[in-house]
């Protein structure tokens, strides 16, 4: 019984631990067609209002999976950009991203930088709906590298 409770509160722990790393992917979509996002990276300014927020996904995602996503992280000025979990990880500037001194530098990095791949999606909330462009579709938005 003891060791049943242990185990038990391990586990909890443990599971605790992994959502607050932002290690727990969330699930999108319908039956075997399911979109799973995982957050790899981000940047906040000082004064942590300014978010880039920097997603794998996998599966089929459509627009509609994205801005479901986009809604739970956050508003106020959040730039998110989501990379097909085919991306070559080399290609998504995860270290430069955290290590930016400014917003700016962060932008200048994800559309500027060497070697920096394209993402498929990018959403901006900066009032309380997000707005999705998918970059295939609309390749030459502002929004899209």
Do not use: H
């Not at 978010?51 to 999976?65: M, N, P, Q």
């Not at 989501?82 to 270290?95: A, L």
């Not at 500027?112 to 999606?121: D, I, N, P, Q």
């Amino acid at each position: 019984m003891l060791m049943e409770k242990m185990v038990i509160r391990f586990l909890f722990f443990l599971a605790l631990a992994a959502m607050l790393s932002g290690c727990v992917q969330d699930k999108y979509g319908k039956g075997t067609d399911s979109v799973t996002f995982s957050k790899i990276g981000g940047f906040t300014d000082r004064n942590g209002q300014a978010k880039i927020r920097l997603i794998v996904y996998s599966g089929e995602a459509e627009r509609e999976d994205i801005k479901r996503y986009a809604e739970r992280l956050g508003c106020g000025m959040l730039f998110a950009y989501f990379y097909p979990d085919s991306t070559d990880r080399n290609e998504i500037p995860v270290e430069e991203i955290q290590s930016a001194r400014s917003f700016v530098e962060a932008r200048e990095i994800l559309f500027k930088g060497e070697g920096v791949g394209k993402w498929r999606f990018a959403a901006q909330c900066l009032t309380l709906i997000p707005t999705v462009t998918d970059c295939q579709e609309a390749p030459i938005s502002t929004n899209c590298r």
